[in-house]
């Protein structure tokens, strides 16, 4: 069956297509960031899917669906959404399916088992689900960046990438820091090899790369370190990141169900410890910060949805781990001591809030917030 995949965000759109390419099932002819570029493709191209963003700009989702239906009724919808109350709507525009974001591969398989099992039924599907299906694409790999740099196979699970040194590992990682950009390899140098003399870094740089490729070939990896105009980039295909998938699944807006709480435990557990934290590389420290606090932010919310859910328990063991990355916030420390409140533990609320009072004092030299520690007082 063919596809195209229609979303004006851009890494939700190459997210979608890492998952089809890795369940195999459909053959995807276009990915566009406009539903009119979709149209215009499909003007000139039956497809049988239309995987469709409801909440675009210019044109939404769901009025380019009914431009799709007016041009092929046998055009399936698959409509993509953040915000779950559009379903029933999509559904009432004769949509095969919807899925919500973050988009699971989990949920994906069982949408595509629903159009192969022609619970939506058309004659002229019937007919493309009867042709021949596309080779199935190879099962990415998985690169993971939270606590260490690290490979994984899903054909091979133990198996182990040996970098062959710590320099070759640390050039790759920092032009996968970069995203795809071109580096002078004089920056390059500047950050791997800063004490070094410039020929001699440079040499050095010439035979990590050589290294880094040869591996990579070996390894069977769709991971090019390119080279041009003085300047290095890493590209990559078939390769799913974890950094890539938390930033994708980020959200920092109050929890509203227990649906969606779900989904965001799940991205939440890509994230295995700080950005390269046990590689200790100081280009990394900004970032490494920036994902820090994202991932706070994410599990506040979480923590403050099961404590209004009645989960008080729930809510300060992530507390406590969240303290441990962060043992200043005052935000974590009144969320902690409402964990307490709401599981009558007073002495484990006077307790801690003393901890964190003579922490403050200790290492800052500072006392809590006023407007924490006037609160605080009021629970005693």
Not at 192 to 207: G, R, S
Not at 341 to 354: A, M, Q, V
Request: hydrophobic share 35%; glycine share 4%; net charge negative.
């Amino acid at each position: 069956m063919k596809a195209i995949l229609i979303d004006d965000e851009k890494p939700a759109l190459q997210h979608l297509e890492r998952l089809l390419l890795k369940d195999g099932r459909l053959q995807i002819t276009g990915k566009y960031t406009s539903a009119r570029r979709g149209l215009e493709h499909l003007e000139q191209e039956h497809v049988d899917i239309v995987f469709l963003d409801i909440g675009m700009p210019e044109m939404n989702g769901l009025e380019a669906g009914e431009h799709i239906t007016g041009l092929s009724r046998s055009t399936r919808i698959v409509y993509i959404t953040a915000y779950s109350e559009y379903a029933i709507e999509a559904f009432e525009l004769n949509a095969a399916d919807y899925l919500l974001k973050p988009v699971t591969s989990q949920r994906l398989s069982k949408t595509l088992e629903r159009l192969e099992a022609g619970k939506v039924h058309t004659e002229e599907y019937k007919e493309q689900a009867e042709q021949p299906q596309p080779a199935a694409a190879p099962p990415p790999k998985q690169l993971l960046c939270f606590k260490r740099l690290e490979f994984l196979d899903v054909l091979e699970p133990g198996r182990k990438l040996q970098w062959r040194t710590s320099k070759a590992q640390e050039v790759f990682a920092l032009l996968l820091h970069n995203r795809g950009q071109w580096m002078l390899k004089d920056r390059i140098v500047d950050l791997v090899w800063p004490d070094f003399k410039p020929e001699k870094a440079l040499t050095n740089l010439h035979t990590t790369v050589y290294h880094i490729r040869k591996l990579l070939k070996a390894w069977d990896f769709e991971i090019l370190v390119e080279f041009s105009q003085e300047r290095y980039r890493l590209t990559k295909e078939n390769l799913l990141l974890d950094v890539e998938e938390f930033e994708q699944g980020y959200r920092s807006t109050p929890v509203e169900s227990e649906e969606e709480w779900q989904r965001r435990e799940a991205v939440l557990g890509l994230y295995r410890g700080d950005y390269l934290e046990e590689h200790h590389y100081d280009w990394a420290e900004t970032r490494r910060k920036e994902l820090q606090a994202r991932f706070i932010r994410m599990a506040l919310c979480s923590a403050d949805y099961e404590l209004a859910a009645g989960r008080p328990r729930q809510a300060l063991d992530r507390l406590i781990a969240l303290q441990n990355a962060d043992p200043y916030s005052g935000q974590i420390c009144r969320c902690i001591l409402r964990s307490y409140t709401e599981l009558g533990d007073s002495i484990g609320f006077r307790n801690h809030y003393s901890q964190y009072t003579l922490l403050l004092q200790r290492d800052l030299g500072v006392t809590p917030d006023p407007g924490l520690d006037d609160w605080a007082r009021k629970q005693l």
